[in-house]
């Protein structure tokens, strides 16, 4: 596999979050997320069916329950394996998916739409605040 679509290691896929990641279409960056469910990895963009500019992992690891990530936002629950919404506003929608795959302990982007960027966000967020607005 060519090293400048490398990921990350398996082993750095956490078995209960997620490991953030950039990726490039062009000149727009977008996040995705890699999910560890079962030994298998699947790497979703990060973001809620039922509000696109809703994050699922916002830097440091999207919640998990019972194999399905969580959106803080809304509930939603989303299959690790599938991506399928469970419960939630936008039950039934299925998360966008980035295709990857494993080779020698490697996760590796083949999503032929993307490019790598890097892991972890290339975006800076305020992840110390909970509101939408910045009013006092």
């Known amino acids: ?9 398996v082993d ?4 209960d979050t997620t490991l953030l990641f950039t990726v490039r279409e062009g000149f727009d960056e977008e996040e995705a997320l890699l999910v560890r469910d079962d030994g298998e990895v699947r790497a979703w963009k990060n973001y809620c069916q039922h509000w696109t500019d ?20 809304h509930g939603a629950l989303f299959e690790a394996d599938t991506g399928r919404c469970t419960h939630g506003p936008c039950e039934g929608a299925v998360l ?8 020698d302990g490697a996760v590796y982007l083949v999503d032929d739409r993307y490019e790598f960027v890097q892991q972890g966000s290339n975006v800076e967020y305020d992840l110390s605040s909970n509101r939408s607005l910045g009013f006092e």
Do not use: Y
């Open 96 to 103: 966008d998916e980035v295709e990857v795959t494993v080779e």
């Open 1 to 9: 596999m060519d090293e400048d679509s490398r990921i990350a290691a």
């Open 54 to 73: 809703v994050r699922l992992d916002k830097g440091d690891g999207a919640s998990m329950r019972n194999g399905e990530l969580v959106c803080g936002k």
């Open 12 to 15: 750095e896929v956490p078995t």
